[in-house]
């Protein structure tokens, strides 16, 4: 039915399509919606010549099943125009995601208004189109800069702030538990010193790799400064917190780095209280990673909640 979706292009000079416009005509009563007449970029969006797509149905979003949505919700928009004494219609509008055969996605956004009002059950309508692919594209750059440390590619110190506001909302509504592991790497200026920043941003892209693999999709993990990241965990007690930062600091010291020798790591964990405040959770898991370093590093620490675990 849509025989130029396969086509879409770009001008001959790589410009982007701007305003796609289509002029439809609509018989009250009639499921088809055809096009009377189009403007160079609707070709350039859609692909075809102005004459192929005389009197073919518009083409709206990429998908078919999307298209026939649109359509009846078009006429669902239209039926009451025929009992009206002025015929106007506002119009709707829309945006929709696609993808292409080769899997990028693309952005479209729509609008269809009248031209004039509808005499005698006819109207003629505007189909305005807009690929806005590309400045989503940009405002999702922007949002990953905004959000993402930038050698790491974890959560930053601003996002994870939020993220731990709404997680102490829902644990507030639904009580159920949640915990947070703070951890350091030990000695780390001492990393940088002997192989260089360099070498030190290695090791921290590579212990980066580590803790992905060893958290849940639940989990949030972000680079708080230097060498201290927060592992948040939702759904996990204290004990199940402990465990997992205690798997973490074992995998850590056996790992391979770029240095010779281990690299070992400090851990702090606190579950949140009821009603507990941002401030007091964040205090209670530093001065728990405290405990930690003040007992010889290389170890976790829950603040004398439960017993601290070194293990080899």
């Known amino acids: ?33 055809h096009i009377v007449d189009v403007n160079t970029d609707y070709q350039r969006l859609w692909g075809g010549s102005r004459e192929s797509w005389l009197g073919s149905p518009p083409v709206i979003v990429q998908q078919e099943a999307a298209n026939r949505q649109i359509f009846a919700q078009l006429h669902e928009a239209l039926h009451p125009l025929k009992d009206s004494s002025d015929g106007t219609f506002e119009g709707i509008s829309g945006g929709e995601v696609s993808r292409h055969n080769d899997g990028k996605r693309r952005h479209i956004e729509w609008r269809i208004t009248a031209m004039g009002a509808c005499h005698n059950g006819q109207c003629t309508l505007v189909l305005t189109q807009r690929d806005v692919t590309e400045q989503m594209e940009k405002e999702a750059q922007l949002e990953r800069l905004a959000t993402t440390d930038m050698l790491t590619g974890l959560v930053n110190r601003s996002q994870f702030d939020t993220v731990l506001k709404s997680e102490l909302n829902r644990h507030d509504r639904y009580s159920r538990p949640l915990s947070l592991i703070m ?22 892209i590579e212990l980066t790799h580590l803790l992905k693999r060893n958290l849940r999709k639940a989990d949030c993990c972000a680079r708080w400064g230097g060498e201290e990241f927060m592992l948040l965990a939702p759904e996990t007690s204290l004990e199940q917190a402990v465990r997992l930062a ?16 281990s690299v070992t790591a400090s851990f702090g964990v606190v579950e949140v209280h009821p009603q507990e405040s941002l401030k007091s959770v964040m205090k209670r898991a530093d001065n728990a990673l405290y405990f930690a370093k003040d007992k010889g590093r290389d170890r976790v620490s829950s603040g004398g909640l439960l017993s601290s675990a070194k293990q080899a």
């Open 183 to 204: 951890l350091d790497l030990d000695y780390f200026k001492d990393i940088n010193d002997n192989y260089g920043h360099d070498v030190g941003d290695q090791v921290l």
């Open 246 to 261: 205690d798997k973490i600091r074992s995998t850590i010291k056996h790992a391979v780095f770029p240095i010779q020798g």
């Open 1 to 33: 039915m849509y025989q130029h979706y396969a086509r879409p292009r770009s001008d001959a000079d790589g410009e982007r399509p701007g305003h796609a416009v289509a002029i439809l005509s609509v018989q009250e009563g009639s499921p088809e919606i």
